[in-house]
């Protein structure tokens, strides 16, 4: 990905505090790598450090950065300092000649993964303790004087180099190459093993790995046989380019990342695709090249994203193949559009926790094949008359066994 290397996240690591519940990913600030200003190192351990900023006015913050034996020093200094900045603090105040062998991890929900040089550590603290309630009159810039574990630790500590994947995984007499699952394993970097069976993988399984974020142009075009690959839970703020080189693949898993568009993403080329989940990321749109050109697309999964209106283009170009249509927690506004009756295949649909009101478009009463549907939490039939229109439309579904109206505008 030329560029910094994409935030991720693994379980390797586990959380030495308690977890307070979940907290929804955030896109991190992601700045330039600026020259590192004039620091004064002052305190002893757990003492404070005042940290000078890259000129700009910004707001200042304190962060508590543990070192791996579980003492730490407590920086202030402004939120925009990058991690190559407090990389080389910490080396200094550490007594360490090459601070280039050294990293920021954070650790987070039980997950770690290493810090871009260009991320901005007390920016990515801010934004979780807001994520879970606190706001400024709980004097958030001072709270990284506490310990914070429960929500999220920042580590310095020495670069991890090549795979931690023991030599005998590969030898072992239930090892099949056909279907390699490399799920959790802290990764740092795609297993040279891979290169030499990359022809027979089937089925790739490299999801919750901190810094996996792509795959290797030169691996992507010699899986000639690949169906399935996840990267679930590795924190992608794209969509890996170098998957549209895979002229088999049917199945992608991308659920559970970062990523804020399609857009240019090479999506659009894999002509071949049935499956597509991309559940539980900040995608505001589909671009229309999507459906337009992957018409074989049987399930799409793309709740808890961002996209505000309806997709409609989904209906307008795969009619007859999508089987699947989940578009849970979106914060789509309006009605389900007529179109909908396009999707002449459609079993399941599912648009519940959105923000959509009024009857059910007639032409949903097309759809033969239906047998699930999912309606919660909107206001569907709060209009007047409407409620009549709901009530009337699913009557025309003769093949539905499941559906779920709770949380309506329906008596």
Known sequence: NGGPTEP???????????????????????????????????????????????????????????????????????????????????????????????????????????????????????????????????????????????????????????????????????????????????????????????GDVLHLDLSANPNISDIPNDLAQSLHQLRFIS????????????????????????????????????????????KLKLTGNLIERVPEDLPRNCQRLQVLELGNNRFRSFPVDLCRYLGQSLRVLDLSYCRIKGKIPDAIGELRKLEVLKVCGNRMYGGLPWRLGELSELVELDLRGNSFGNMGGEEGIVVEVLGRLQGLRTVRLDANRIR
């Not at 913050?61 to 910490?90: C, K």
């Not at 002229?247 to 568009?261: A, F, K, W």
């Open 8 to 198: 991720s996240w693994s379980s390797k690591s586990t959380s030495t505090g308690t977890d307070r519940g979940s907290v929804r990913s955030l896109p991190f600030e992601r700045g330039r790598d600026v020259s590192l200003p004039e620091f004064k190192v002052v305190g002893s351990l757990g003492g404070e450090e005042p940290v000078g900023g890259d000129g700009v006015e910004t707001r200042m913050g304190v962060l508590r950065l543990f070192r791996r034996d579980s003492t730490f020093a407590t920086i202030s200094a402004s939120e925009n300092v990058t991690t190559h900045e407090l990389l080389q603090i910490m080396s200094k105040k550490s007594l360490i000649p090459d601070y280039t062998k050294f990293t920021i991890c954070i650790l987070h929900r039980g997950q770690e993964r290493m810090l871009n040089r260009t991320e901005r550590p007390l920016l990515i603290q801010r934004r979780l303790l807001e994520d879970v309630g606190y706001d400024p009159i709980d004097k958030i810039e001072m709270m990284g004087r506490e310990d914070n574990s429960y929500l999220v630790k920042f580590i310095f500590k020495e670069v991890s180099t090549g795979n931690e994947i023991d030599p005998n995984y590969w030898k072992a007499p239930s090892f099949d190459p056909r279907y390699i699952s490399l799920s959790r394993l802290g990764l740092t970097t795609i297993p040279v093993s891979l290169f030499r069976l990359a």
């Open 231 to 274: 990267l679930s839970e590795n924190g992608l703020t794209r969509f890996p380019k170098t998957l549209q080189f895979v002229e088999t693949l049917s199945e992608v898993d991308l659920s559970h990342n970062r990523i804020t568009t399609l857009e240019g993403s090479g999506v659009e080329s894999i002509v071949t695709l049935q």
